[in-house]
């Protein structure tokens, strides 16, 4: 895994998903570039990029997570982490990578929640296959959002301690 660059073909990443594929050719190294989010890339023996995710920082008014989240925590708006895309292309899509990928991210997500702490990780699903992928790691959909699925601070932390 490695930071997004310009010289990274990016153009040329096709996942099955258009929304996926335009965010890493259109926007990703500009919102890296003015410090919004993140991209890492994964290079496959070609050059070309395998798969990328990005992650981002934002908050969340404690109304819109689930009381069992925020019963002791002030009512005012939260820190979370925000995985905002995910995409493997196609030419590697069903061997894996797609679970590895989403495991960096979060060991990411984990590690930087260390310096700067946050409730949750945050994420919206494109669509109901990429919502079942992400409940198969405990992300549950936000009250009166079901495409926003979140994983709670200490549900990752028991995560990454349960892969070490």
């Not at 819109?64 to 895309?85: G, M, Q, S, Y």
Request: some cysteine; aromatic content about 8%; hydrophobic content about 40%.
């Amino acid at each position: 895994m490695e930071a997004l660059r310009r010289e990274h073909p990016r153009s040329g990443f096709r996942s099955g998903e258009s929304r996926v594929d335009e965010w890493l050719a259109t926007k990703a190294l500009q919102h890296q570039s003015k410090r919004l989010s993140t991209t890492r890339v994964l290079l496959d023996a070609a050059d070309n990029i395998a798969s990328y995710y990005t992650l981002a920082t934002g908050q969340v008014d404690f109304t819109e997570l689930p009381h069992e989240l925020t019963h002791n925590l002030p009512k005012r708006v939260l820190p979370v982490a925000i995985l905002a895309w995910l995409g493997v292309s196609v030419g590697h899509q069903k061997q894996g990578l797609g679970k590895r990928l989403l495991a960096q991210a979060l060991r990411d997500c984990y590690e930087a929640g260390q310096v700067f702490p946050f409730v949750a990780v945050i994420l919206d699903c494109l669509n109901n296959s990429a919502k079942a992928f992400y409940q198969q790691w405990d992300f549950q959909p936000l009250p009166g959002h079901p495409n926003r699925l979140h994983l709670s601070a200490g549900n990752l932390t028991a995560l990454m301690k349960s892969d070490s």
